[in-house]
């Protein structure tokens, strides 16, 4: 079972390979505003974390491109930097997701070498960290944080 119920036709592109149960961190991307195209407080998108380790990120496919990913981790930065727990966000990633590695580095993240455990399916994949602190200021300017 996910954290996110989808409703059909709105699948993500990958199965959840997540650690990530009840009572994990789950960070919300909600829509503040309501237009003709979303509700006000409809969900866009969420961040399950476990400590400093982004375990599943995931945004509705109407809504990607359009830096929700971006707040999402930025609010992650800001939580972890809040609660002093660590010095670095880490997360995997699936070789064959170029879109999310795309998005990664661009917020900054450093990727070693591809690597082939288990839960990566048959691509592998990379593991990743940023420095604490180094996303906070990429939130966009149309979020707001609620921690």
Not at 40 to 56: C, E, R, V
Not at 90 to 118: C, H, M, W
């Amino acid at each position: 079972a996910g954290l996110l119920g989808a409703s059909p036709g709105q699948a993500f592109p990958y199965s959840p390979s997540v650690s990530a149960s009840h009572g994990s961190s789950v960070l919300e991307a909600r829509a503040a505003e309501g237009s003709p195209a979303v509700a006000k407080g409809a969900l866009l998108g969420y961040l399950a974390m476990q400590g400093s380790y982004a375990d599943d990120v995931a945004v509705f496919p109407a809504f990607q491109g359009q830096r929700v990913a971006t707040a999402l981790f930025a609010a992650a930065d800001e939580q972890l930097c809040a609660s002093g727990r660590g010095r670095e966000l880490t997360l995997d990633v699936r070789a064959a997701n170029t879109p999310a590695i795309a998005l990664y580095k661009a917020l900054g993240f450093q990727f070693g070498e591809n690597s082939y455990p288990g839960f990566l399916d048959w691509d592998g994949g990379f593991s990743s960290t940023v420095r604490a602190g180094a996303l906070r200021s990429q939130l966009p300017q149309n979020a707001t944080l609620e921690l």
